[in-house]
């Protein structure tokens, strides 16, 4: 059968990319379409397509587009919220180029909501916290889905871009899987410090592929099912960070884990999230009826800013009140505002809430503090460029210094765009100095056998999440951290040898980076002798004059 041009060119980026992408969420995406007017780029995707992190994402994106807004209140807010941790250039560079970025997405067809009654054009505004002004961008309270959606059907209707769901990456191939020497005519960056690509797993046939490129990005997303309790989907494992650590990346601020402060308390729904914006269009934060203080507002207490707060403080002090109190959960409560503008503002929520015998319109919502963020990542430059050659990281697997110790609500998305653009364009400006890469051994798995004990995988990832909610939560103490880092030692024995012994399988790899990215958290979070920002250790509740960054280098 006769290909058509669109079929070869296809098949051509699989087999023989330019560039590999790794993870199809909006940073990886939107590098994807920037590289593909002038290569050939293959993305891989752990799970579905909109299966990661962006497609859950309820908020918007944070830009300066009103007239009574600057890019400098934008800047401090960011500054403020990161506890002066963030590097001031990234933040300038993010914020600078938002707006910009805006567009591009409609120009997409992001249906960003527009002012009931206005002109063309003018988008619909809100507030959350930590925000001087009203700069959030939204599709209605499905920003993250609308955005997914539009750039998958971009990406999919380019000819140079082949998009490859089920391939859960293994590890970066680097310099010491070549077939011949590094001083052969192929180059190598000095020391051997070049990545040439990955291996993945396909899900679907449980063979371990090794594709070769130029440049590789990784575009993996946080870790946040570190964790027993999450908004992060099942995927965020931590791969892209634990997988260039072990290739020889410096990892920064890991023990910055942000903790969304309203998660959807309910026995049968897990991570479900309560957007931000239901604070900033006027929610409550108040006590159950029946303890004392029931039925009253508690953010007053804790800071002059209530509930509009940044996260960090908000989710300690629900995590106060629920611990004081002997509580399962406090409540967010927004029924006081018109019926009208709560379905018409947050109609996702409000319909799922329903679902589930909730009527926010009347009563409270049940809420609880949940991992939502992960802040720390490998450490990249403007550019998105990490220690290793034809490496990049771009989104939240990174850290760019945009974030410092807590990141301001709704800038996530927006460092997507912004890194995924920058990356890209780097590579196309470098074309020139990137090598073909060379011979590459295939993945070898002659002597590994089948798994007979799952059981194993599914103990050890249990484990995990649970000692990290308990020792390395949203309060922290030297003697948990001391715990948590006494069972890693213990599980990475078991882990290794386990990895070492059986075939590959999702939860395997999984399981391995889960483990390596809790002991990078914990790790950092013992190095660091303050309190600041998302970090909160009793033992060291000050916070120091100096805002120095944690940076873990590989042996």
Not at 206 to 216: H, L, Q
Not at 218 to 245: E, K, N, Q, V
Request: with cysteine.
């Amino acid at each position: 059968m006769k290909k058509n041009k669109t079929t070869a060119l296809a098949e051509s980026a699989d087999k023989q990319p330019d560039v590999i992408i790794v993870g199809s969420g909006a940073a990886g995406l939107t590098a994807a379409l920037v590289l593909a007017e002038r290569c050939r780029v293959l993305v891989l995707a752990k799970g579905a397509l909109d299966g990661g992190s962006t497609a859950w994402a309820q908020g918007g994106i944070a830009a300066v587009l009103d007239a009574g807004d600057t890019f400098e209140d934008h800047i401090n807010d960011t500054m403020i919220a990161g506890g002066g941790l963030n590097r001031r250039e990234t933040v300038e560079f993010v914020i600078e180029n938002a707006p910009e970025a805006i567009q591009r997405l409609a120009d997409l067809g992001v249906p960003f909501n527009s002012e009931s009654g206005a002109a063309s054009g003018v988008l619909h505004l809100t507030r959350e916290g930590g925000h001087s002004h009203r700069r959030i961008v939204h599709v209605d309270d499905a920003t993250g889905w609308a955005v997914q959606q539009a750039l998958i059907a971009a990406a999919t209707a380019h000819p140079n871009i082949t998009l490859r769901p089920d391939m859960v990456a293994v590890d970066l191939v680097t310099d010491r899987h070549r077939l011949e020497p590094a001083e052969g005519k192929h180059g190598a960056a000095p020391g051997g410090r070049q990545v040439w690509g990955v291996y993945a797993l396909d899900a679907q046939t449980g063979r371990v592929e090794c594709f070769a490129a130029r440049a590789t990005i990784l575009a993996t997303g946080g870790a946040g099912r570190t964790y027993l309790f999450s908004t992060a989907p099942r995927g965020a494992t931590g791969d892209g960070i634990a997988m260039a650590w072990r290739a020889g990346c410096r990892v920064s601020n890991m023990e910055f884990m942000q903790f969304h402060p309203t998660c959807l308390y309910n026995l049968e729904v897990k991570n479900f999230l309560i957007t931000e914006a239901v604070r900033g269009e006027g929610g409550h934060l108040k006590l159950p009826p029946g303890v004392p203080g029931g039925a009253e507002r508690f953010m007053p207490r804790f800071d002059p800013r209530e509930e509009l707060a940044p996260r960090d403080v908000v989710a300690r002090a629900i995590d106060h009140e629920i611990k004081r109190l002997g509580l399962d959960y406090v409540h967010l409560d927004i029924s006081h505002r018109d019926p009208e503008f709560i379905r018409g503002h947050f109609p996702n929520i409000y319909e799922r809430l329903l679902g589930l015998g909730i009527d926010m319109t009347k009563e409270p919502i049940p809420v609880v503090p949940a991992q939502h963020y992960t802040c720390g990542g490998v450490l990249i430059d403007m550019a998105g460029r990490t220690d290793l050659a034809g490496l990049y990281a771009v989104g939240e697997c990174s850290e760019s210094g945009l974030h410092g110790a807590n990141r301001l609500a709704s800038n996530s998305l927006l460092e997507c765009f912004v890194f995924g653009d920058a990356a890209a364009n780097d590579i196309l400006a470098r074309w020139d100095s990137f090598a073909a890469p060379p011979p590459l051994r295939e993945w070898d798995a002659s002597r590994v056998a089948d798994s007979d004990e799952e059981v194993v995988i599914k103990q050890n990832w249990t484990e995990i999440r649970r000692f990290m909610w308990n020792y390395v939560g949203i309060v922290r103490t030297n003697k948990r951290l001391e715990r948590a880092a006494h069972r890693i030692k213990l599980l990475k024995n078991e882990v290794n040898e386990y990895y070492s012994n059986f075939r590959l399988t999702s939860d395997l790899i999984e399981l391995r980076n889960l483990l390596q990215t809790a002991e990078l958290i914990v790790k950092s979070a013992r190095a660091r002798r303050e309190s600041r920002g998302l970090h909160y250790n009793e033992d060291y509740p000050q916070t120091q004059p100096a805002a120095r960054d944690t940076i873990l280098v590989p042996n």
